[in-house]
Structures are given as C-alpha cells and as structure tokens.
C-alpha cells in the first residue's frame, strides 16, 4: 500500500430529516485542524435524497470539498447502498483519513466500511491529533474500563477511521464567506438488488428527557446513598430548571434510567453549568462532561478525583449542603428573574 496515494481528511456528513447532524458539524471542527496541520484539504460525504444544498453550510464550517452522492435510493440510511457509495467514493480519491460520528448510523457505517476496506476502526474516540509529517492518526479513547487512555494507531493501513461521539469536538464559528468544491458522484445501483427495505418509520412518542440539550444538568452518583437520597438531586434541578444525570453506578444501581447516564457509556454533555454530587469522578464520566462550561463538585472525600476535573469544588456532606443550597436558590432565583424582567422592560421602552 503506497501511503503517498492517500490523501485529505474526511468526514462522513451525518443527514436527518433533511437537516445536518451537529456531530458532523463538530467533527468538521476537529478535521479542519487536522488538515491544517497536514497541510491538505478537508472534504465532506454527503449521501442522501435531495442533499446537494446542504453542501454551502460545510463549507461555512470549515470544508474544502464536498463528495455528494444524491439518488432516491439514499432517502433512508440503509447499510448497503451507503456502504457502496461512500466506498466507490474511497476507491476514486483515496483519503488519508476517514471520521465518523459515533451515532447508530454512522458506527453502523463505518464498521461496515471497515469490512471490506483493508483497514481498522478506532470506535468512540474522544481525543484526536495527526504526526504532521507521517499523517499519522493519533485516536485516542479511554480504556480498561476508564482507567487509563488508550491512544490507537493504524500504522500499515489507509484510510485509518475513527468514530467520535457526538458534543466531545467543537464546531468552528460558521463563516458565510468560505465557498469550496461540489464533485457529484454517482453511482449504479437498483432498488430490486437491496436487501433490506424501509416499510415505514415510527416515531418515538415517549417523552425522554434530553440532557444533552439542557443548559444546567444535576447529576448525582453513588455518594448519594440510595434511591431516597439521590431524590435530592431530582429537587435541585427542579429548582434550577435543569435536567438530572447521572453516573454508571446509579444507572446500574437502578436508582434512575439508563437516557439518564453521563460517561462514556452514556450521553456525552456540555451544559453552561454541570454539578457533580456524589461523584467521585472516575475518567468514564469526566469524558462524558469535561467540555461542560462550569463543573460544580460536592464531595466529602476531600481526595475524590472529580476536584481535578472541576471549576469548583465543595468539600461536605451532599445531605448538608445541597438543601442549604436549595433553599437559598428559591429565594435568590424569583430575585433575578424579576429583575431580568425589569431590564427587558426598560429596553423595550
């Protein structure tokens, strides 16, 4: 395999209901540093029904080429068809690298791709660099259980491909100015020689909290006792007008559900304000909210890795402090908002 054939870092344009994933928006981020460093161009796939105009919005985030495959065949993600299309697109212009949102589609994509393609995939990377001379990819993901950080290489094989979870990289500010390359692409495929067919989606109707959407996320661990206490971490947030998270531990413990969990086995956070009560900051959660904008910890165990992870720490009993807290913010927080309430007055007037 001649390394100098492969070049340019790609990303996999994740595409829902007509609109671009927010993962393939931050992993361009993370490309368009990685192609800097390369000095190479960073290009987006994009395969889909009806998608060639979203490639003006990757350029504004950071694309140099968009590879579009646009077919009726691609209206639902499919295993098959997406496999065949981004692979001839790999065949035709060989890139160095490959990323891959580490979503249900796109893990499903990239270990399909790395079937068939002589290469290996890094799954739920959470660290990302390349050697600027050797290009090569420096994937990196905690390990052992969390314990320690695993950096993986894939020294004899291109592409080398990664997944990164979604809210771990950060998107560039969008510059309306930039402008790139549109290459169609096309390739034959017939709808009679897929295997799996689309009959009908059913939209979740359940109501789950998102907690990777919310601006204040609560999150409790197994300091808080048991299912009674960790009721205490359901009242702070209910004050704060915030969502609860929680640690592996209270998931297993069954203390709360699973769409609950920050870490690396849950959902990936970046809240304006984090609280960690009863957390005692294992490397499977901090990966999950270190990208938060604030970190609050209340721990007792003055040692608790977490307080090297946080913006500010509280050394106590989460039974102290948190109901003092509590009372304090229901007197304080009718405070702001009424005179929040007077400055929007004022500038209306």
């Known amino acids: 395999m001649n390394f100098d054939d492969y070049r340019g870092i790609w990303i996999y344009i994740e595409v829902k209901d007509g609109q671009i994933a927010p993962v393939s928006l931050e992993l361009l981020g993370a490309g368009r540093a990685l192609a800097d460093k390369r000095k ?4 987006g796939v994009l395969i889909g029904r009806g998608v060639k105009a979203l490639a003006s919005t990757l350029f504004q985030y950071g694309a140099d080429v968009v ?9 639902h993600y499919r295993t098959e068809p997406y496999m065949r299309a981004l692979l001839d697109c790999c065949h035709k212009h060989k890139p160095e690298v490959i990323l891959y949102g580490a979503t249900p589609s796109g893990k499903d994509l ?29 994937a990196s993901r905690p390990a052992f259980g969390g314990n320690i950080m695993a950096t993986i290489l894939c020294k004899k094989y291109r592409p080398q491909m990664a997944t990164v979870r979604p809210k771990v990289m950060k998107a560039l500010p969008p510059d309306p100015s930039r402008t790139g390359r549109v290459i169609e692409e096309h390739i034959e495929l017939h709808e009679e020689e897929m295997r799996t067919k689309v ?27 048991s299912k009674e206490g960790f009721q205490l971490i359901h009242q702070l947030a209910e004050v704060l007008g915030g969502a609860v998270g929680a640690s592996r ?27 960690a009560i009863g957390i ?5 959660h901090v990966v999950g909210m270190q990208n938060s904008e604030l970190i609050i910890a209340i721990n007792k165990d003055p040692n608790a890795p977490i307080f090297q992870s946080c913006h500010y720490g509280i050394v106590g009993d989460a039974f102290e402090i948190v109901p003092l807290l509590i009372e304090r913010l229901k007197e304080e927080i009718p405070k702001i908002k009424a005179a929040a309430d007077v400055k929007e007055e004022i500038r209306h007037a």
């Open 40 to 43: 190479t161009e960073l290009a």
């Open 199 to 225: 009959l009908q989606i059913v939209r979740e109707t359940a109501k789950k909290v998102r907690i990777d959407e919310a601006d204040i996320v609560v999150a409790g661990g197994k300091g808080m006792g």
């Open 249 to 275: 531990d209270v998931v297993e413990a069954g203390w709360i559900d699973h769409h609950h969990q920050v870490g690396q086995t849950g959902v990936t956070v970046t809240p304006k304000i984090y609280f």
């Open 110 to 138: 990239a270990s399909a791709i790395a079937t068939d393609l002589p290469t290996g995939l890094t799954a739920d990377t959470t660290i990302l660099d390349i050697e600027e001379d050797t290009g090569l990819l420096l």
């Open 280 to 284: 005692s900051g294992a490397i499977q």
């Open 67 to 75: 590879y579009v495959y646009d077919d009726p065949i691609f209206e």
